[in-house]
Nanobody, 124 residues
Framework: VQLVESGGGSVQAGGSLRLSCAAS????????MGWFRQAPGKEREGVAT???????SYADSVRGRFTISQDNAKNTLYLQMNSLKPEDTAMYYC???????????????????WGQGTQVTVSS
């Protein structure tokens, strides 16, 4: 499964962006998908996840500002980001997992396929 992110860019604080992640093919085996981000000099962190049943979860730092969603007909995952802050600046990655071994869905080690990332820059 190839994942291709798009929608990143530069925006002022308080602005919005919507990221998209297109999967190369539909797979019935995908259990959950997620968005991660990595800022320069920092470790990659989980931002938001969504299961095949539509249940989502968020990191505390983005809850209430970001919304994850998926369009199964288009094999596409989205991340709507509102009220952006300079600390949201990072490379954003989408990822998918084909089985669930019981760990936290915000843990990057739970995922099996990754996109190349799209840059988000928020200026103050």
């Amino acid at each position: 499964v190839q994942l291709v992110e798009s929608g990143g860019g530069s925006v002022q604080a308080g602005g919005s962006l919507r990221l998209s992640c297109a999967a190369s093919e539909y797979t019935r085996n995908i259990q959950f998908m997620g968005w991660f981000r990595q800022a320069p000099g920092k470790e990659r962190e989980g931002v938001a996840t969504v299961g095949s049943d539509g249940i989502s979860s968020y990191a505390d730092s983005v809850r209430g500002r970001f919304t994850i969603s998926q369009d199964n007909a288009k094999n596409t995952l989205y991340l709507q980001m509102n009220s952006l802050k300079p600390e949201d600046t990072a490379m954003y990655y989408c990822a998918s997992a084909v089985y669930d071994d019981g760990g936290s869905w915000l843990d990057e080690n739970e995922y099996h396929y990754w996109g190349q990332g799209t840059q988000v820059t928020v200026s103050s």
